[in-house]
């Protein structure tokens, strides 16, 4: 495993901040959402790329094929290829879901085709590697000889965009399969191990209870207060992707609401919060419980986040103590992290424990992106320009493979003072993923068939790209899922 400080890797320059992308841009960021799928995948061995270890995720075999076949999708909606040429491969197999492009390969069934082969699915990354760059570059000379309309072209880049924050998707889900296959593992050197492992930022900022005197209690001095809120004033605010650029049609248009005066925990719950709770008897009381939260608690026996165990089941001579295997390996929970991997029924249920509730999205976006001061609402919390996966939010480009201890980001905060809103853990919020008000498809099926029976989740994770992530980005998952890498804050009202 690579241990690394610092590197000079390309990262993303945030294209879908960019208001006239260039074709070459374009290229670059190709390239580089295409090599770093191939970077994730290549720890593994052969006999593991071909597994599906739970309904919810896929062969990581088959993400690598299938992302490769969305681009050959927007390949042919623009009179290219048809037919892979020398190996052709059943292409059935990486449909997804869209009814448009025909036959559909059940999710739950990924993992009994183990085909294309790996080989034979390099072989066809490879083909359309050089395809899109050729066509790109063809495209580009059209440009340079005005034969192509303004509009065809902003079509074009926004489904190329499309294409790539689509891998960079996919990037993540392969991360939410490596964490869930290599768990079942007791031995701790069956694990994933990634390419690159970077260093934690240094300590957290002191954050201290106003009740706390610094010079009276040395001991507060290392701690963050986890039980502080902010106030935000009530208000219409403006919802959605404000800025220019690409961002997913579900994030438009901009829509007003109204937000009643709330207060919003400064930093999401952490796992020791979330010990409390299980520790008051929280899995075992229906008082704190959704009716379908509480039928999964009783019908999957939940008793705490997924992936975590008492410490007597691994024999490490430890006792009543929580621990886990992620990919840094079998450890004891560490109490500063945000609590990862459970479901928003989980979530609500802790909540209410605490005599509070889950936020809206409205009321996750406006602290996270309305800045008093200027009146305006920013990309990102610390405001415009992008994410420094070292300095302002533990994302995948971070490479620390893990949640980050509260206060670890100071310079991420956004106005009103809330910590890691962007990456480290998704936020539920208690929103379901509907449509925006005056919604226009940019690509059918792709956000639009999914608004029913969904959460709204915002901020990203420890395994989101930072080329990828904003404040209006909207992920949406089932209230009862916990593969992916969600955590939570809470608000209350005034």
């Not at 094929?65 to 040429?85: D, N």
């Not at 379908?292 to 410490?311: H, I």
């Not at 992008?386 to 302002?392: A, G, L, Q, S, V």
Request: contains cysteine; aromatic residues 14%.
């Amino acid at each position: 495993m690579k241990q690394i400080g610092s590197s000079n890797e390309a990262i993303f320059e945030s294209s879908h901040i960019k208001e006239n992308i260039s074709l070459d841009d374009l290229v670059r960021d190709f390239i580089i959402v295409r090599e770093r799928t191939l970077d994730l995948f290549k720890p593994l061995k052969i006999e593991d790329t071909v597994i599906q270890s739970h309904t919810f995720g896929s062969p990581p075999n088959w993400h690598l094929a299938h992302v490769s076949w969305f681009f050959h999708k927007i390949l042919e909606r623009y009179g290219r290829i048809t037919q892979v040429i020398g190996d052709p491969i059943n292409l059935e197999y990486l449909n997804s879901y869209y009814q448009k492009f025909g036959n559909i390969l059940p999710k739950v069934e990924r993992g009994k085709f183990p085909r294309p082969t790996v080989e034979q699915t390099l072989r066809y990354r490879a083909f359309i590697d050089e395809s899109v760059v050729l066509f790109l570059r063809e495209v580009q000379q059209k440009q340079l000889d005005q034969q192509i309309e303004k509009q065809q072209l902003d079509n074009l880049k926004y489904d190329i965009l499309l294409g790539i924050q689509h891998e960079m998707q996919h990037q993540e889900l392969m991360i939410y399969d490596f964490q869930h296959y290599f768990q079942r593992f007791v031995d701790v050197e069956d694990n994933y191990k990634p390419l690159m492992v970077k260093s934690r930022p240094s300590k957290p900022r002191i954050i201290l209870p106003q009740s706390v005197s610094v010079s009276d209690n040395d001991k507060a001095k290392s701690q963050v207060d986890t039980s502080s809120m902010v106030s935000i004033d009530c208000g219409i605010y403006e919802l959605g992707f404000h800025g220019k650029g690409f961002c997913y049609d579900n994030e438009l248009p901009e829509n007003k609401t109204y937000i009643q005066q709330y207060e919003l925990d400064k930093f999401p719950v952490t796992n020791e919060d979330y010990i409390t709770f299980i520790n008051d008897d929280g899995y075992h009381n229906y008082k704190y419980w959704l009716a379908d939260g509480w039928d999964q608690v009783q019908e999957n026996g939940w008793e705490s986040p997924l992936y975590w165990e008492q410490s007597e089941k691994r024999s490490t001579g430890q006792q009543n103590r929580w621990i886990k295997k992620d990919f840094r390996g079998l450890y004891e929970i560490n109490p500063r992290e945000p609590v990862v991997n459970i479901s928003y029924y989980e979530a609500d249920a802790y909540a209410t424990w605490a005599g509070k509730r889950l936020p809206s999205e409205a009321e996750w976006e406006k602290a996270a992106c309305w800045n008093d001061d200027l009146k305006k609402k920013t990309l990102y919390p610390w405001g415009d320009h992008r994410p420094d996966p070292y300095i302002h939010a533990n994302l995948l480009e971070s490479y620390i493979w893990a949640p980050s201890e509260i206060g670890r980001y100071p310079d991420g905060i956004s106005f009103y003072g809330c910590h890691q809103m962007i990456g480290d853990v998704w936020e539920w919020t208690s929103s379901e993923y509907t449509l925006y008000p005056g919604f226009r498809s940019k690509f059918s099926e792709y956000t639009d068939k999914w608004s029913i029976n969904q959460k709204v989740l915002r901020g990203g994770s420890f395994a989101t790209p930072s080329g990828q992530i904003r404040n209006s980005y909207r992920n949406y998952f089932k209230p009862h899922e916990r593969l992916p890498f969600a955590g939570f804050r809470c608000a209350r009202y005034v």
